[in-house]
């Protein structure tokens, strides 16, 4: 079974920066891609940036150019490095891990609070 658990969320003012950690369990990380997602109150979760297990990158345009996500697979970590945050931004963070074949399961993290005050 795989475990997912994030951590580095926090308190930050605007313009600063955050790494967020998710750590994996359960199964062989590299078959995985991983995916950092965000959830505001009142809105729905949205995707912020997935990374494959060979390590190609897909990001929300409203985080291209700020954001980094990458992956140690030695070390069973993937990243989300936020730089330049903005009030808008704040939201609970959560990791996600699929596999890269179809129709298999999905696993997700417990989510961590990033606050970015103005």
């Known amino acids: 079974q795989v475990q997912l658990v994030e951590s580095g969320g926090g308190l930050v003012q605007a313009g600063g920066s955050l790494r967020l950690s998710c750590s994996f369990s359960?199964?062989?990380?590299?078959?995985?891609?991983m995916g950092w997602y965000r959830q505001a109150p009142g809105k729905q979760r949205e995707l912020v940036a997935t990374?494959?297990?060979?390590?190609?990158?897909d990001y929300a345009d409203s985080v291209k150019g700020r954001f980094t996500i990458s992956r140690d697979n030695a070390n069973y970590t993937a990243h989300l490095q936020m730089n330049s945050l903005k009030p808008e931004d704040t939201a609970v963070y959560y990791c996600?891990?699929?596999?890269?074949?179809?129709?298999?399961?999905?696993?997700w993290g417990q989510g961590t609070q990033v606050t970015v005050s103005s």
């Open positions: 996600k891990a699929y596999p890269h074949i179809p129709n298999r399961p999905q696993y």
């Open positions: 359960g199964s062989i990380f590299s078959l995985y891609i």
């Open positions: 990374i494959t297990g060979p390590g190609n990158t």
